[in-house]
């Protein structure tokens, strides 16, 4: 029987590495967008620097890890004591150890049963971290179209793109406004932690 893996959910945007510094917040972006030839005012913002600096997106990306690797390790000692089952079932039969037919129906019956229980939960795990991921998604793109809607009330651009890999062949620098995007984020953003903290804060305050 094969060793049980967990089938992690591949959102490498996500999953990328979280160690690269975050910009700081009085600092300037390169570039402020640019108007071309026709008058559009146009800009982009790279997403992979959105989603390795955004504070956000690397703290959302802790916890999926952490619930990936958590289904993981479960489902991989399920299916070690699930193996480890078999081959004793199996070096039993050899051996003629059952008391009877019947007897060794029963436990096979039992390993079967085991078998499908642990299909069942690697199905419940990865579709409980593929909704955890969607909740993600959303999360991000409603943060970030809520920030552009404020941001945009000033800058008055009439289309920002998103750069992810090749899908813009060429863009000059000077409209890039990826720095600006994440400071102004990463300035908005409250962690659930730091909340809980203040609400703690408040409580205390109160009883003193």
Known sequence: ?????????????????????SPKMDEKPQAAGAENAGGMKIAYVEVDSLMTQYDFAKDYSVTLQKKSN????????????????????QQKLQNNAFQSRE???????????????LQELQARLENELANETQKFNEALRDSLNSFL????????????LSKAGDNILFADRK?????????GLNK??????????????????KKK
């Not at 958590?70 to 079932?89: D, P």
């Not at 809607?149 to 920002?160: E, H, P, Q, R, W």
């Not at 890039?176 to 995007?181: P, S």
């Open 175 to 183: 409209f890039d406004i990826t720095k600006d995007i994440i400071n």
């Open 70 to 89: 958590n289904a993981r390790n479960t489902l991989n000692q399920k299916g070690n004591e699930l193996q480890a089952a078999v081959a004793n079932f």
């Open 149 to 160: 809607a404020s941001y945009n009330k000033d800058k008055n651009y009439d289309l920002i």
């Open 188 to 205: 908005r953003y409250k962690p659930a932690a730091k909340k809980d903290e203040k609400k703690e804060e408040k409580k205390d305050e």
């Open 1 to 21: 029987m094969k060793k049980t893996f967990f089938g992690v959910l591949a959102f490498a945007a996500v999953m990328a590495s979280c160690n690269n510094a």
């Open 103 to 117: 007897q060794a129906q029963s436990v096979q019956a039992g390993i079967e049963r085991r078998q499908r229980d």
